[in-house]
């Protein structure tokens, strides 16, 4: 099952009040494990930056000024979501600007598309207790240090390790692998153990039969050799 966590920032709190996001990150996870694929933008928002929204991921206007504009990423980002349910932190926000930045381009919105709010799933799991991204690592022991201030890939990251987490834990479900992320050997393996092989049908030759013995006495308590 591919999922991805999703995160933005902004220059404020509305669109309707010409506020534009800034910054968008989104990272796939695949059976709620990371792959290591992601997509990542920064965005001009063809405005100034507000301080107080400066104080709070550091993208200056002169930073953004040199990047493209929302139309200009708007479908690739839709691309790398595409069939996949979001994960997103206080979902109606980024949604909210999301969907505004999206038809002003000329592009659909997200309305319909499949989501979780960890938002949602933390006030459930935890009544009464703060549920911003912030709380939720401290509490679930996730490394904070890198995260000086707000930033969409940074924080979807991390959001992706919460999201982990509450769905139960890394090992969750009874999966009892220690291999985190998807491989094409993995792939693989799955796949050959899914196919039936015919039964043979012929003889063993005398040379085969040689060789099958020379092998045996070769491995240390063997099954064949308890008979």
Known sequence: MREIVLDTETT??????SHKIVEVACVELFNHMRTGEYFHAYINPERDV????FQVHGLSTDFLKDHRIFGHIAGDMLDFIKGSPL??????????FLNHELRFA?????D????VDTLFMARK????????LDALCKRFKIDLSRRSKHGALLDAELLAEVYLELKGGKQHGLGFTSIETPNKQDEFIAQRSSIAFPHR???????ESQLHE?????LPNSVWNKG
């Open 87 to 96: 994960i997103i932190h206080n979902a109606a926000f980024d949604l909210k």
């Open 214 to 218: 020379k092998l045996v006495a070769t």
């Open 106 to 110: 000329g592009f659909p919105s997200l």
């Open 50 to 53: 507000p301080d107080e929204a």
């Open 112 to 115: 319909g598309h499949p989501f």
């Open 12 to 17: 404020g709190f509305d669109p309707e009040a």
């Open 125 to 132: 799991a935890f009544p009464g207790a703060q549920a911003s």
């Open 201 to 207: 049908t012929f003889p063993v030759t005398e040379e």
